[in-house]
């Protein structure tokens, strides 16, 4: 019984992933936006943290771009596409 609860204890944390990685790229397929904290609200604080590793997971495969308007502000995301046609419109004005 300890020995169990100490492998346990001692065994590292691999969080899937796939299923927010997915869920993401769909919100997005449907929407060029969304606020993460909007998405994540009904989760778990574990769920929200996992969710958070596939968010860093898709913006650096560069799927995603990533902003906050200040700390503790909402984190809005959008298609990395999205965010190289907003960089070029400005910088061409």
Known sequence: MLGEILT???T???PDLSLDLERFRALLAR???FDFDAEVRELSR???AVAFLALLELRKSGEIALSQAAPFAPIRVSSS???RTRTWTARSA
Do not use: S, T, V, Y
Request: zero cysteines.
């Open 8 to 10: 346990a204890i001692a």
């Open 46 to 48: 574990i769920e929200q």
């Open 81 to 83: 596409d999205d965010e």
């Open 31 to 33: 929407r060029r936006l």
């Open 12 to 14: 590292p944390f691999k």
